[in-house]
């Protein structure tokens, strides 16, 4: 007996902590890519994003600090929803850390070992009667005709 639990310990302490980085497009929750990631210390959300990306080429526009266009996704005026005189959305990409939504930008968070998630969604912000109401609203629980087909 002793000798199992000093083997679990020994596997223990050489467990390598990994965490999962996903891609959300705008139409389904189901990802475009997911991609489980082995902790790398010092590294920021936006550092290990572009590590994914650029392993599975796949094609953005962007730094660390975040991104305007993934999978070729809608930037710049074609990324507006114009709903009438005085409400609109305006989509792009947001991220989220184990369910958590940060203030900041990617390169400003760090990566920790107790990271299980990192959620990269093709959100928007909500404009309605002069000021911004919400932002960084997940776009495929809406599905917008202007980028999902019905």
């Known amino acids: 007996m002793h000798t199992y639990f ?65 999978f070729g996704s809608a930037i710049g005026l074609d990324a507006m929803e114009v709903i009438s005189n005085n409400e609109m959305m305006a989509y792009g990409w947001c991220f989220e850390v184990d369910g958590e939504i940060p203030e900041v930008l990617a390169d400003k968070v760090p990566v920790k070992k107790t990271t299980k998630m990192i959620s990269w969604f093709y959100g928007y912000a909500h404009y309605f009667n002069g000021e911004w109401v919400a932002q960084c609203l997940k776009s495929h629980l809406r599905r917008p005709v202007k980028f999902c087909q019905p």
């Open 6 to 70: 000093a083997l679990f310990c020994i596997l223990l302490s050489f467990q390598v902590n990994a965490f999962e980085v996903q891609f959300v497009g705008p139409c389904s929750q189901q990802p475009l890519l997911s991609q489980e990631v082995k902790f790398a210390e010092g590294m920021n959300v936006g550092e290990v994003s572009l590590m994914v990306l650029d392993a599975h080429q796949i094609p953005y526009q962007g730094v660390s600090a975040g991104f305007n266009q993934i």
